[in-house]
């Protein structure tokens, strides 16, 4: 559908590209950003035209959130295409990747197909498919990688599954590399993390729980970087949450290795105190760990050695979260949270809002090889409009998701979306 001319005037334009943040307006055309700039003003506005004061609002890229879960097929009573969708939409996410660990999972071109006719059909928001890496994740066969991404698919990984063994690890790399792929695994040595729920340690034993200790990730991390360094595959590791990961990433960097990396909105905005006496909603994978390591991702984020943040978006029903610590399904809803959440780190100054903006629109659009999360004449017009200073109490029953599991229940959070464009076209407001 083609829309009619936007103007958005009196904005902070936050451009992620050159992380800067200026006053000024913004013009869409045929779903494209036609002018952008201080220059941007009532004089340059066509006929017809729908003209918004955003009265010192932020104007920004749409965000890029590379890992989503969504139940279709198998699991629509967790979450459908048109939730996930309103979701994405009222929280500011333009673009969405979902995971492939659905059911049955996606390791066939049919199933890559069936979401993107699912997703032409009932989403407001860019929704892309991941695809297996390996045959029915089960990390023995390896997937149809080229047929999956002639089909569409934009990443490869086998969801919440590690790959365990080495050689077919190596195996799919080197396939991926051949198509010019992107492997974006989990990293956890499931030997390793045993039968852990929280992070290992003090806490961990105060609350009697079983530990997970932070080798489980960084283990499987490095075996990862040094596959990448014999096969040379393009390789995003989607979330990291320890110092020694962050080592890891660094050398692999200092040695000339063009891997990626991720970090999950709550590993940055959480910690294991957070768990406080047996939250369910807070069991998350990877686990929240203590204050001095969610300090480290936050410098790490800084610094540009993890260059995305994603939302982890993991729906999960009552039944599965109203259990026993240990026995309760792992995970939490965060596309809709996801910037109120990363809009603390630059309330605290650990961030400038610029550079919070382009881990979450600009990096993870340049790793998927997308032509959206820039703010200049003829990017895609997938724009968000929010105040960063809005205040509000969490309601999880005003969120748009099937689910409830947020970690966020009756929290202070600042950010509110007030638009959220598509090409042009409003897909929230």
């Given at each position: ?11 902070r334009l936050?451009?992620?590209?050159r992380?800067?943040?200026?006053r ?6 045929d779903g494209?950003i036609a002018?952008v700039?201080p ?11 729908r003209?918004?004061?955003c009265?010192?609002d932020?104007?920004?890229?749409g965000?890029?959130?590379?890992r989503?879960f ?7 009573h967790r ?12 929280g500011?996410v ?9 059911s049955p999972?996606?390791?066939d071109?049919?199933m ?15 929704i892309f498919?991941?695809a ?5 994740l ?6 149809e990688?080229?047929?999956?991404a002639e089909a569409?698919a934009?990443l490869?990984s086998?969801?919440?599954?590690s ?5 077919t ?8 590399r ?9 990293c956890?040595?499931a030997s390793?993390k045993?039968?852990g729920?929280v ?8 609350l009697?729980l079983p530990?997970?200790?932070r080798?489980?990730e960084t ?7 040094r596959l ?5 595959p393009?390789?995003?590791a ?10 890891a990433m660094?050398?692999a ?19 294991e ?8 909603f807070?069991?998350l994978?990877?686990p ?7 300090m ?12 995305v943040?994603?939302?982890?978006h993991?729906p999960?029903?009552?039944e ?14 965060g ?9 603390r780190?630059v309330?605290?100054?650990?961030l400038?809002?610029p550079?919070l903006?382009r881990?979450m ?7 998927l ?11 895609p017009?997938d724009l ?7 205040p509000?109490?969490l ?10 599991n947020t970690p966020f229940d ?7 979306v007030?638009l ?5 076209l409003?897909a929230?407001?």
């Amino acid at each position: 559908m083609s829309a009619p001319p936007v103007a958005l005037l009196n904005a902070r334009l936050v451009d992620p590209e050159r992380e800067t943040e200026v006053r000024g307006g913004l013009l869409v055309r045929d779903g494209v950003i036609a002018a952008v700039g201080p220059a941007v003003n009532r004089d340059q506005i066509p006929e017809g035209a729908r003209v918004v004061d955003c009265a010192g609002d932020v104007v920004a890229p749409g965000l890029v959130d590379m890992r989503a879960f969504v139940g279709e097929p198998g699991a629509e009573h967790r979450e459908t295409i048109a939730s996930l969708s309103a979701a994405a939409a009222a929280g500011g996410v333009t673009s969405v990747v979902v995971r492939p660990d659905a059911s049955p999972p996606v390791d066939d071109p049919a199933m890559v197909d069936f979401i993107l006719r699912r997703a032409g059909d009932d989403s407001k928001v860019r929704i892309f498919p991941s695809a297996a890496l390996t045959k029915g994740l089960a990390g023995r066969e390896i997937a149809e990688i080229g047929l999956l991404a002639e089909a569409g698919a934009i990443l490869f990984s086998d969801g919440s599954r590690s790959v365990a063994d080495a050689q077919t690890m190596r195996r799919a790399m080197t396939y991926a590399r051949d198509f010019d792929a992107l492997v974006a695994p989990v990293c956890e040595d499931a030997s390793l993390k045993g039968e852990g729920v929280v992070a290992e340690g003090l806490r961990a034993s105060w609350l009697g729980l079983p530990g997970v200790p932070r080798e489980a990730e960084t283990v499987a991390l490095e075996r990862d970087l040094r596959l990448v360094a014999l096969t040379g595959p393009r390789y995003h590791a989607q979330m990291i949450s320890n110092r020694l990961s962050i080592e890891a990433m660094r050398r692999a960097r200092d040695a000339g290795c063009g891997a990626t990396c991720g970090v999950s909105i709550n590993s940055v905005s959480l910690n294991e105190l957070d768990v406080g006496d047996y939250r369910t909603f807070l069991k998350l994978s990877p686990p929240l760990r203590g204050e001095d390591e969610r300090m480290a991702l936050v410098e790490a984020l800084a610094d540009g050695v993890i260059d995305v943040i994603c939302s982890d978006h993991d729906p999960q029903d009552v039944e599965t979260k109203r259990l026993p610590f240990a026995e309760a399904a792992t995970g939490a809803i965060g596309v809709e949270t996801m910037l109120s959440a990363s809009l603390r780190l630059v309330t605290a100054g650990h961030l400038s809002l610029p550079r919070l903006i382009r881990a979450m629109t600009l990096r993870p659009a340049q790793i998927l090889r997308l032509p959206v999360g820039r703010l200049c004449v003829g990017a895609p017009a997938d724009l968000i409009r929010f105040d960063p200073d809005a205040p509000y109490v969490l309601d999880p029953a005003d969120l748009h998701s099937r689910c409830r599991n947020t970690p966020f229940d009756a929290a202070r959070l600042e950010g509110r979306v007030k638009l959220t464009l598509v090409a042009g076209l409003v897909a929230n407001e």
